[in-house]
């Protein structure tokens, strides 16, 4: 079954450092986001990308926050100075036709 | 997208069914139910949408009151593996693509 892949499953960063956050999403896919989840707490929308724009994004999607397609495969999540709250799980998924969203495993983003 | 109401947790022993209950008082005519679980240290995994009849698939079954204010996500044999979160979330049906509103969801504990 085809999966979403997301590259590296944990990350530990210093705060005011730069993150790219690399996801693959199924390649027949045409949406894509990015969630997150603190620990303990709810899976929250970033940001969905269509047709190489951003077509929605969150309040928690500031400034700070990047997205891009970069070569027709790699879908990356950038936080350019990384803060304590920052660190969470972030979820890639993608979708196509069918309603249902495939959801990578996650990379778990610690910043110290 | 319409709140739905889920019990914080249930549980269930291994090989019996478990039925998930999810209020949705609010839903409008043309919105779809949506489950989806998230396995522990997992992204959400998609189990089963429908609209007005009641769905089967390989993972659950969907039943849906006839005046489509609550729905049962019924898990037929739970393993330890159906130890998760389930999410119920409605979608426009216009709404494909756009961002999935997670709440609290139910925790499901399966006892061996």
């Known amino acids: ?112 | 997208d319409a709140k739905t109401t889920q019990p914080n947790s249930m549980e269930s022993n291994e090989e019996e069914p478990v039925h998930l209950p999810c209020n949705h008082s609010t839903i409008s005519g043309t919105d779809y139910i949506h489950w989806y679980r998230q396995l522990p240290s997992q992204g959400p995994e998609y189990v089963i949408h429908g609209l007005t009849s009641n769905v089967n698939n390989r993972m659950a079954s969907l039943a849906i009151a006839e005046d489509r204010k609550s729905s049962t996500l019924i898990l037929h044999r739970a393993t330890l593996r159906d130890a998760a979160v389930y999410y119920c979330i409605l979608r426009g049906e216009t709404d494909s693509w756009g961002k999935l509103q997670f709440g609290a969801g139910t925790q499901v504990v399966v006892t061996p």
């Open chain 1, 1 to 112: 079954e085809p999966e979403v892949t997301q590259t590296p499953s944990h990350q530990v960063t210093q705060m005011g450092q730069e993150v790219i956050l690399r996801c693959v999403p199924i390649s027949n896919h045409l949406y894509f986001y990015w969630y997150r989840q603190i620990l303990g707490q709810k899976v929250e929308f970033l940001v969905s990308f269509y047709n190489n724009e951003i077509s929605e994004k969150s309040e928690i999607f500031d400034d700070q926050f990047s997205v891009e397609r970069p070569d027709g495969s790699n879908f990356t999540l950038k936080i350019r100075s990384t803060k304590l709250e920052d660190s969470a799980m972030y979820f890639c998924a993608s979708t196509g036709v069918n309603y249902g969203y495939t959801f990578g495993s996650g990379t778990r983003l610690t910043v110290v």
